[in-house]
């Protein structure tokens, strides 16, 4: 159960990150961040939720539907 809260919380994260790209690419402010530091944090989080995820189906603590149809 816990690591679906953290698949989950780290799911948030990323959405979170790409909303903050967005407002920095509607807005064009100089002063702020590039665009690109966000996308890249989305970037590296999606890539550890996908390494967490086939990690935890090798190690048993999530078990994938049997029959998906």
């Known amino acids: ?3 679906k809260l ?3 919380a780290l799911l948030l994260f990323i959405i979170f990150n ?4 967005l407002l920095l690419m509607l807005k064009n402010d100089p002063n702020q961040p590039p ?3 966000f996308l890249g944090r989305r970037l590296i989080w999606s890539v550890a939720v996908v390494l967490l995820i ?3 189906l090798g190690l048993g603590l999530l078990s994938p539907h049997p029959r998906p149809y």
């Open 1 to 3: 159960m816990l690591i």
């Open 35 to 37: 665009m690109s530091v």
């Open 18 to 21: 790409l909303f903050r790209a």
């Open 6 to 8: 953290l698949l989950i």
């Open 54 to 56: 086939v990690l935890a």
